[in-house]
């Protein structure tokens, strides 16, 4: 018997149907979950019940968490999607949610997160009102690096356009001290999305969009390894980056 899962499922006062509905399963997988603790459900499944009970994985699957486990030096990926599109949104939630002194999100227009996130920016304000503080590394819509990565992309649904998703976003957020935003180009082709300690990164493939590239989950667990190099990759962009208030300032002036 799988005592962890079932004790959650009390906790939460949740039937096997409804954590079933929860997860995108039968309830009778689900029960096979709880009868059978040598049943390992699949990763997205493990998060989606983890995030519906409330619960860390280690509590309902230490199984699943030991046999991931390694000891060389990609001990810091918890996880590889062959595109972006395959992990499930309730990851990204999960992650915003639990974090609580630093969300870096670096993508180059991160137009899909408010698209794909219910209320993220309702989410982001109590974060950043509480404490954490939340920083958008954005590519620049009138930079001649756009213009190239569009041509290239060739897709309707341009980067400028989806920039400017984000700029609309983060201008409903300007009255929060706590949210920053800036433009750079130089990530133009990786996206890192940083959520404390632990971390998105997704290589951006030729003629790809973002939801069609190879992503990780990152978690740090050692000094100078993966973490720590994409975080001073973006840490360094930050710094070359230029204030989006300020710059829409001097277009106006």
Same mark, same amino acid.
């Given at each position: 018997?799988?005592?962890? #899962?079932?004790?959650?499922?009390?906790?939460?006062?949740?039937?096997?149907?409804?954590?079933?509905?929860?997860?995108?399963?039968?309830?009778?997988?689900?029960?096979?979950?709880?009868?059978?603790?040598?049943?390992? %459900?699949?990763?997205?499944?493990?998060?989606?019940?983890?995030?519906?009970?409330?619960?860390?994985?280690?509590?309902?699957?230490?199984? +699943?968490?030991?046999?991931?486990?390694?000891?060389? %030096?990609?001990?810091?990926?918890?996880?590889?999607?062959?595109?972006?599109?395959?992990?499930?949104?309730?990851?990204?939630?999960?992650?915003?949610?639990?974090?609580?002194?630093?969300?870096?999100?670096? !993508?180059?227009?991160?137009?899909?997160?408010?698209?794909?996130?219910?209320?993220?920016?309702?989410?982001?304000?109590?974060?950043?009102?509480?404490?954490?503080?939340?920083?958008?590394?954005?590519?620049? %819509?009138?930079?001649?690096?756009?213009?190239?990565?569009?041509?290239?992309?060739?897709?309707?649904?341009?980067?400028?356009?989806?920039?400017?998703?984000?700029?609309?976003?983060?201008?409903?957020?300007?009255?929060?001290?706590?949210?920053? !935003?800036?433009?750079?180009?130089?990530?133009?082709? #990786?996206?890192?999305?940083?959520?404390?300690?632990?971390?998105?990164?997704?290589?951006?493939?030729?003629?790809?969009?973002?939801?069609?590239?190879?992503?990780?989950?990152?978690?740090?667990?050692?000094?100078?390894?993966?973490?720590?190099?994409? +975080?001073?990759?973006?840490?360094?962009?930050?710094?070359?980056?230029?204030?989006?208030?300020?710059?829409?300032?001097?277009?106006?002036?």
């Amino acid at each position: 018997m799988n005592h962890g #899962l079932r004790r959650a499922m009390a906790n939460a006062k949740m039937t096997e149907t409804q954590l079933a509905e929860a997860c995108g399963v039968d309830a009778k997988t689900v029960g096979r979950w709880i009868t059978e603790p040598n049943r390992i %459900p699949h990763a997205r499944h493990r998060w989606a019940a983890c995030e519906a009970l409330g619960e860390e994985e280690t509590a309902l699957w230490p199984n +699943a968490i030991r046999s991931a486990l390694t000891t060389g %030096p990609d001990k810091e990926i918890v996880q590889v999607f062959p595109y972006r599109s395959a992990a499930p949104s309730s990851l990204w939630r999960s992650l915003v949610t639990k974090a609580q002194r630093d969300l870096v999100f670096a !993508g180059y227009t991160n137009c899909f997160l408010w698209l794909e996130q219910a209320n993220l920016a309702g989410a982001l304000r109590r974060k950043a009102e509480s404490g954490c503080r939340v920083r958008f590394l954005i590519g620049d %819509p009138d930079s001649p690096v756009t213009a190239a990565r569009e041509a290239e992309e060739a897709v309707p649904l341009t980067l400028s356009t989806r920039i400017s998703v984000t700029l609309n976003e983060l201008e409903k957020l300007r009255d929060v001290s706590n949210i920053e !935003g800036r433009f750079e180009t130089g990530h133009v082709n #990786l996206s890192v999305f940083r959520f404390d300690d632990e971390m998105i990164v997704t290589p951006i493939l030729a003629r790809r969009v973002g939801h069609d590239s190879p992503m990780m989950h990152l978690r740090r667990r050692q000094t100078d390894g993966l973490f720590d190099r994409f +975080a001073a990759h973006v840490e360094e962009l930050w710094s070359r980056g230029r204030d989006i208030q300020e710059v829409e300032h001097d277009a106006q002036a």
